[in-house]
């Protein structure tokens, strides 16, 4: 198997000849997915996820082609969105039929939408964990002939020693409070409990194999493996608790991180994964799964400050997340630059250094990697599809269709 530093230059190579032999000159920055690491990376989901259906996490993706891509391989069905305004353009462009609301939502322009139309309200799931999201919802009609379909949004985080790890969610912890939201939603009239969500931040988006890490990496490793002992044990009492009170259509967990564990669970019947399709930067350290890096985007040498640096137009697309040098793009190919430590991304110009620098010319390019998924297609209306060397298709991003989710 080739060296990481001759697959990257070699890739360098393949991206810079789509460029080059495409019909007509693209402006950079250069957007770029390699499909055929999408499309294995796809398979390899689905053998992780064993049997069980997986959402598409649109967040994770944000192109609609993309989503499209992913759903038309067996073993993907539905959407994991991540507003109900995009819910409510999936539906209406049939991208999916099925589409679950991620995060709760008062958006009183996008839920007049919904329950104006039977169609999308019978195949888009919002997300609650109050009673205020259903009376935000109640404020907004007259009559409830069009039900609205919930689901129950269950923190998933690891409690240890009186303290909480994972993602700040859902108020909801214990089978108690979860049953009581279930009984209002019964009782409410207009309103159907369709499922229960709970996605185990901690385990599925961190990575836990980190090159010179080894001691943070085995903790991290630990405090999974306790996440996903004490999450199954709750998940199977609040499943207990709920059957009294009514039957779950669906129960929703994991990440491209978790799929394993979370597909074991007996309680859970579909799973969720975006970020896996793709590869960012921070998923490239897992031990569950081998990252066939997917998404990059290409920027100009434009000026030569000196022989040993490079610099080049635009770059500081920054994660979301906590502040730190795994939110900062990644100059990946060809292999051996580095970003500079008093300049880093910037938004206008990127200087980098490393051995290859002094071999660029002006006009070259060079090409990133993000730290997350689908965050840079957000600065970017087009989308170029790689197979081999050459582009076989340009697509829209959200952006690229006048949208701004």
Do not use: C
């Not at 996440?227 to 059957?243: D, K």
């Not at 129960?251 to 975006?274: F, I, K, Q, R």
Request: glycine share 8%; aromatic share 6%; charged share 20%.
């Amino acid at each position: 198997m080739p060296s990481d530093s001759i697959s990257r230059n070699r890739l360098a190579a393949r991206l810079d000849t789509a460029v080059r032999d495409h019909d007509e000159p693209i402006s950079p920055p250069v957007f770029v997915v390699d499909v055929d690491a999408f499309d294995a990376n796809a398979a390899d989901l689905v053998k992780r996820a064993g049997g069980k259906p997986i959402r598409v996490a649109s967040k994770s993706v944000r192109v609609p082609a993309l989503i499209r891509r992913a759903l038309s391989h067996e073993g993907f069905r539905g959407v994991l969105a991540y507003t109900l305004a995009e819910a409510l353009w999936l539906e209406e462009q049939d991208v999916s039929d099925d589409i679950l609301v991620a995060y709760p939502t008062v958006d009183r322009l996008a839920l007049g939408a919904l329950i104006a139309s039977p169609r999308a309200a019978s195949r888009i799931t919002l997300m609650i964990d109050d009673v205020a999201h259903l009376d935000v919802v109640d404020a907004l009609r007259a009559s409830t002939a069009v039900p609205v379909r919930v689901a129950i949004d269950v923190d998933a985080g690891l409690v240890v020693g009186g303290r909480h790890v994972g993602p700040k969610r859902s108020p909801l912890y214990d089978a108690q409070d979860v049953v009581a939201l279930a009984r209002t939603v019964g009782a409410r009239p207009g309103f159907h409990l369709a499922g229960v969500m709970t996605y185990e931040g901690q385990v599925a988006g961190v990575p836990d194999a980190v090159p010179h890490q080894r001691t943070r990496s085995l903790v991290v490793r630990r405090l999974k493996d306790a996440s996903v002992s004490q999450l199954r044990a709750r998940r199977a009492a609040i499943a207990e608790a709920l059957r009294s009170v009514t039957e779950i259509g669906f129960w929703n967990a994991g990440g491209s991180g978790s799929l394993e564990s979370s597909t074991a669970d007996p309680v859970v019947t579909e799973l969720t994964a975006g970020s896996g399709l793709l590869v960012p930067a921070l998923f490239d350290h897992y031990q569950a799964f081998e990252p066939r890096q997917a998404s990059f985007y290409g920027l100009p040498v434009t000026r030569r400050p000196s022989p040993e640096i490079a610099t080049v137009h635009g770059g500081g697309l920054v994660a979301s997340g906590p502040s730190g040098a795994d939110r900062l793009p990644v100059p990946w190919a060809p292999a051996g630059l580095h970003l500079t430590g008093l300049e880093g991304a910037g938004e206008v110009q990127t200087p980098l250094t490393g051995h290859p620098a002094a071999l660029l010319r002006i006009g070259d390019l060079v090409w990133f990697r993000h730290a997350k998924s689908g965050e840079p297609f957000e600065h970017t209306a087009t989308v170029h599809l790689l197979a081999g060397d050459r582009f076989v298709d340009s697509v829209q991003t959200y952006r690229g269709h006048g949208l701004a989710f």
